[in-house]
T-cell receptor, first 112, second 115 residues
Framework: SAVISQKPSRDICQRGTSLTIQCQVD?????MFWYRQQPGQSLTLIATANQGSEATYESGFVIDKFPISRPNLTFSTLTVSNMSPEDSSIYLCSAAQSTEAFFGQGTRLTVV | AQTVTQSQPEMSVQEAETVTLSCTYDTSESDYYLFWYKQPPSRQMILVIR??????QNATENRFSVNFQKAAKSFSLKISDSQLGDAAMYFCAYRARGGNTPLVFGKGTRLSVIA
């Protein structure tokens, strides 16, 4: 099984600023996924990140707002840009390996 | 597109009793995976149980078991001998087989365990 280290675990940010969330996997994985979980809600897929190509974004999410990097098979970042209070959520990264999916510990973001 | 429906926003169970959480899904695929994840206040997504659609036998993990009805597209989770530590959000999830595909989640069921 894969272990994903995600940081920061939480942050409080001023509106208009940006935050970069990092995920490090302890083994090589082809795809990584970024989810948003708004307060009291389920997980919504933001984008799929494949190493060596641009991320694929779901409807309602755009690269300018949520740029993603995937420089190698064990690492990915998600940036939340020009933040507003509506971006206050938990952000989780995930990786699929064989039949299972693994998750980072999540980042609780509060925008004030 | 695949969808996952959890019709019970909240459930409660007495300690040591049994509770069943419901999940239905919609897909045109014949081979896929189904999961139940537990999310405690720590936010960590914890895999509870996994079912492979081509396996007719229902998956079991200790006190957790599923009732997988492929024709009805139903995938319920039974928790036996409930413990206080079982209190959490439970998410049903679907994943297509073949390739590296993301999970599709239901809205979740908040389970409370009453001492």
């Amino acid at each position: 099984s894969a272990v994903i280290s995600q940081k920061p675990s939480r942050d409080i940010c001023q509106r208009g600023t940006s935050l970069t969330i990092q995920c490090q996997v302890d083994s090589q994985v082809t795809m990584m996924f970024w989810y948003r979980q708004q307060p009291g809600q389920s997980l919504t897929l933001i984008a799929t990140a494949n190493q060596g190509s641009e991320a694929t974004y779901e409807s309602g999410f755009v690269i300018d707002k949520f740029p993603i990097s995937r420089p190698n098979l064990t690492f990915s970042t998600l940036t939340v840009s020009n933040m507003s209070p509506e971006d206050s959520s938990i952000y989780l990264c995930s990786a699929a390996q064989s039949t299972e999916a693994f998750f980072g510990q999540g980042t609780r973001l509060t925008v004030v | 597109a695949q969808t996952v429906t959890q019709s019970q926003p909240e459930m409660s169970v007495q300690e040591a009793e049994t509770v069943t959480l419901s999940c239905t899904y919609d897909t045109s695929e014949s081979d896929y995976y189904l999961f139940w994840y537990k999310q405690p206040p720590s936010r960590q997504m914890i895999l509870v149980i996994r079912q492979e659609a081509y396996k007719q036998q229902n998956a079991t993990e200790n006190r957790f078991s599923v009732n997988f009805q492929k024709a009805a597209k139903s995938f319920s989770l039974k928790i036996s001998d409930s413990q206080l530590g079982d209190a959490a959000m439970y998410f049903c999830a679907y994943r297509a087989r073949g390739g590296n595909t993301p999970l599709v989640f239901g809205k979740g069921t908040r389970l409370s365990v009453i001492a």
